[in-house]
């Protein structure tokens, strides 16, 4: 059902452990909440999985040198003079930063405005009519919410994949970032716009979409009702779910993440006066001298990319949860 701000079902239970008190519905208060929810829940996990994405982002631009997860862990921990890898823990948290920064930013667009765009285009349709369509309401609004973040975190991302595959670049994001506006431009920090949307849309509406649906599939299989589990079981259920859905969103996703990889590191710069859809295609075809991925090509890395984005899901539906909770919010997401 849709409700209004004050007519909202509340839970006693749910009060702020700052305040005392819980937060309104669709409030100012709410979408603030949801948004700090949303930058803690995409900033700490993929903070924390940067040497997996560092070591999928060099699996698809220096093929040659990377071919798997743990053979190339090693190679950049012990180092890789020719590509600028001095080795050691500092190699495999290059881009840190870059990540920490982005995601913290796009992580409270996103989720703040996932909230706030699916109850005005609630209010909009109406409540019956928005009944009829719910599902395609949290799709527009999880689009909508994810296009703005993109166009915030895309320099941020830009950043991170130049320092991790290009780790003589610069030394982090206080150089780096600097450094890539003065040899690229600004425009530069946009490059990779459009394969970057191109990932991150249907990884966000997949994401954002189909989690609760996952959820009440696996509590149909179930063998007590969803009432009687144990807290830790609830949890197991949300990582379950979390993975799965962030696995098949990995798959939905990792052409364009492959693609925006390489045109980050340089890789089509003397096509950069062609259209976008031109310079991806000549990103995959590539030339005598230097030959593209090709279609298949564009699938490296995709195992480590999806073990990074099924555990980043669960821990980043857990942790928006719980800040939600923790802050005071009183109504189930969904509502």
Known sequence: MFYDSDEAPTDPRRRSAL????VEAHSSE???????????????PYALLTPLELIKTNIQVHPNHFHSLLPSWYAIKDGVAELGF???VRSLTAGLGATLAGYTLHGGLQFGLY?????RYAQMLGEDNWLQHKSRVWMAAAASAETVATLALCPFETTRARLQAQPQFARGLFDGLPKLIATDGFAGLYVGLGPLLLRQLPLTVARLTTFESMIESLYKVMPREPEDLSG??????????GGIVGALAAVLSQPADTLFSLIANDQTKAERGTSTVQR?????????EKPGPGFF??????????LILGTATGWQMFLYAFVRVYLGVNTPVGY
């Open 19 to 22: 305040t005392g008190r819980a």
């Open 30 to 44: 709410y979408f603030a909440v949801s948004a700090v929810g949303g930058a803690l829940a995409s900033a700490v």
């Open 86 to 88: 001095r080795g050691g």
């Open 115 to 119: 909230e706030v765009f699916r109850y």
């Open 232 to 241: 830790r079981e609830k949890v197991a259920v949300m990582f379950w779910a």
């Open 280 to 288: 991806l295609y000549n990103v995959v075809a590539g030339t005598a």
């Open 297 to 306: 090509g564009l699938w490296r890395g995709g195992l480590t990319r999806m």
